[in-house]
């Protein structure tokens, strides 16, 4: 089974687990781009209204939403878990501007209209990062934003990879079994070199630390456009 089989494997256990549990899902205030309240927020993605936007593996469709009903972005949301997508449309099928799309991140990029803003709340290192941001660039409009972040450093502290090889990383489900998922967990310079070969600007790499020191996981955020 391919890494991308697998991944789509485990992201359906994770949505079909909180499912059958009943898990409340919070209505987002701001996007957490990494750990909730650290770091940037919505504001990095500058202003909203009346703008094409997609959330590429938007999981539950918490950020979605508010974008959605808090910054009348017209927003489209794609995440290939089928139990993800479900949990999203109970919870935000309702919210006028904002569609939900199950599908592969690639298919939906492929035949979209291009977007003024495209954002990936860590969701990037579960696909495979040439195609993924060659798709990107190729479905933003001229001066489009590309927003995405990204593990830097786990749980475990173990360094990222130089190389562009997906790497299996622990998914804790609360009240679960531990699930494998194989992430691209890759140095910042390996990130922006492949954004600028698919045909991105670089602007800014923001880390994003955990306010608890004794916990050392860490984020990248990187904002980019097409150049
Ligand atoms: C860590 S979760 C992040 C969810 C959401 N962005 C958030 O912040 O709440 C990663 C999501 O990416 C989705 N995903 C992984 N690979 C994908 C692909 N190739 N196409 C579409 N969605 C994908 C998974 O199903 C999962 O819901």
Known sequence: ?????????????????HLDSGTVLLDAVRIDWALSAAGPGT????????????????GTGRHAAHLARDHQALVHAVDSSAWQHQRAVSAYGHLP??????ADALDHLASAEPY???YAVNSLPFMAPHEALAAIADALAPGGLLAFSVLHTPSDRRPPS???????ETLRLRGGEDLTVHMYVLTSQLWEDLAVEAGLRVNEVITIESPDDSNPVSYRLFLTHRA
Not at 3 to 13: H, P, S
Not at 97 to 102: D, I, N, P, R, V
Request: zero cysteines; a negative charge; hydrophobic letters at 40%.
């Open 116 to 118: 003024d803003v495209i």
């Open 43 to 58: 504001e990095v993605l500058g202003p909203l209204e009346g703008r094409r936007v997609l959330d590429l593996g938007s």
């Open 97 to 102: 501007g904002l569609h939900f799309h199950l």
């Open 1 to 17: 089974m391919s890494a991308q089989q697998l991944n789509e494997q485990a992201w359906n256990a994770f949505g079909r687990h």
């Open 162 to 168: 130089t190389t562009v090889t997906p790497r299996p």
